[in-house]
């Protein structure tokens, strides 16, 4: 008998990343760094490795509470580190365009971590909810930490708003125009790493960056304008995560493939009646 008391936390824990995710990700479309999400989070994960291997720490010990906090200072400084070199990177004249950068950095830091981890015991089940996660067995704890930092980012990012849709709109009239843009750049990529890091310890890698990506494309289709497509991603993504977290319950199926499946199918449906709407309005 199917409980909405036992999804609860697991959706609230994806309504959070659905919230601040569809915002980013309209960033990160209009800014064509398509793959900075998986980015950024290779790069938390790689950090939080780091901090296991070297401290000794096992998959079991990073779970719990007392031992979490060296994972997770060392994935917010490498995440720090890398925020400051896409920031500078994205300011230079160079003819390696921004997107192949991220996407190396990606690579890289995905074959660290593997290694990393490799050394450790427990790393296959690290990889394995690195990418998929286990947004099912969310705790509240972890959804009370996800609230805090996406509270808090998302307040930062409502106070200044102007300058981050400024820099994303129109990045060389803005460079032109604001004081120390590439502090502002980087204060984007540090806070978007910032919700990463927790995301992805509960969702895992591929389903937060199917949040990033697939509600703002879907949106395009539909609507203009920054605050229609917040609350068309927003009803995508929430939609996907409560009829995926009921189908992988019925099923007994991974919840993160379901609800990955369900926005993709979402955006296939958008696109075929955006394609029937544009034929019928141009004959």
């Known amino acids: 008998m199917f409980s909405i ?3 609860l936390a697991p959706l609230v824990a994806c309504v959070l990343i659905v919230a601040v995710n569809v915002y ?3 960033h990160v479309i209009k800014r064509e760094i398509i793959f900075i999400d998986i980015a950024l989070a290779s790069i938390a994960a790689l950090g939080s490795a780091v901090g296991m291997v070297l401290f000794h720490i096992q998959h079991d010990d990073h779970s719990g509470e007392s031992h979490g906090i060296l994972p997770y200072l060392f994935s917010v400084a490498f995440i720090s580190l890398a925020s400051a ?3 500078m990177l994205k300011h230079k004249k160079i ?3 921004l997107e192949a950068i991220i996407g190396i950095s990606y690579a890289v830091a995905t074959t660290l971590t593997v290694i990393f981890l490799d050394k450790g015991a427990g790393g296959d089940v690290h990889v394995h909810d690195m990418l998929v996660g286990s947004v099912l067995w969310v705790s509240w704890s972890q959804v009370l930490r996800l609230a805090l930092i996406v509270l808090l980012v ?4 409502i106070v200044f708003r102007k300058k981050f849709t400024r820099m994303t709109d129109n990045f060389q009239e803005a460079c032109n125009e604001l004081k120390s843009p590439r502090v502002w750049d980087f204060l984007f990529y540090l806070s978007f790493g910032l919700v990463v890091v927790e995301a992805v310890n509960i969702s895992g ?3 937060v960056f199917a949040f990033l990506i697939i509600p703002a494309s879907l949106t395009a289709f539909i609507t203009r304008g920054w605050i229609p497509k917040l609350l068309v991603g927003w009803s995508a993504g ?3 995560s409560f009829f995926g977290l009921v189908f992988s319950l019925k099923l007994d199926v991974p919840s993160a493939p379901v609800i990955i499946v369900l926005l993709g199918v979402m955006l296939i449906l958008v696109f075929i009646w955006y394609k029937m709407s544009h034929a019928r309005n141009s004959q």
């Open 154 to 157: 998302g307040t930062f990012h």
């Open 5 to 7: 008391g036992f999804i």
């Open 238 to 240: 929430i939609l996907a």
């Open 24 to 26: 980013f990700g309209i």
């Open 95 to 97: 003819s390696i365009p």
């Open 85 to 87: 070199a896409f920031s």
């Open 205 to 207: 890698i591929l389903t």
